[in-house]
């Protein structure tokens, strides 16, 4: 039989989140190698744009962002990385949330899908 879950307060949270961030991990939903994809808000509809991370299996983040600039143009892509600690990553934190993204991009989908 499951329980509900408390909700945390905003302050329960917020010191969560510093702490998660400040932690090195990995969730055990998430598989490298695995593209976490998800439209905007603004153009659900356009098949061109979406914002997607990927995790490498040293575990360096990937974010990719495609935007459609026009209908007679090809898309811009952007690509950035963010390195784990053990690869000379300087942004820690950043990577850490970006596992938070993914796993939000993995929830949201399964939760349309239904």
């Known amino acids: 039989m499951s329980r509900a879950k408390k909700p945390l307060s905003r302050e329960e949270a917020s010191a969560l989140l ?17 593209v976490y994809e998800t439209k905007s808000d603004d153009n659900p ?17 990937w974010v990719e962002v495609q935007s459609f600039i026009d209908p007679d143009a090809d898309i811009y892509t952007a690509s950035h990385r963010f390195r784990t600690y053990m690869g000379g990553g300087r ?24």
Do not use: M, Y
């Not at 098949?47 to 990927?54: D, G, I, N, Q």
């Not at 993914?102 to 939760?111: M, S």
């Open 18 to 34: 510093d702490r998660l961030l400040d932690t090195p991990f990995w969730p055990d939903s998430l598989r490298a190698g695995e």
């Open 45 to 61: 509809h356009d098949e061109k744009s979406c914002v997607s991370v990927v995790f490498s299996q040293d575990g360096d983040a």
């Open 91 to 114: 942004r820690l934190r950043t990577r850490n949330a970006l596992l938070f993204l993914a796993r939000a991009i993995q929830l949201d989908a399964k939760e349309a899908s239904r």
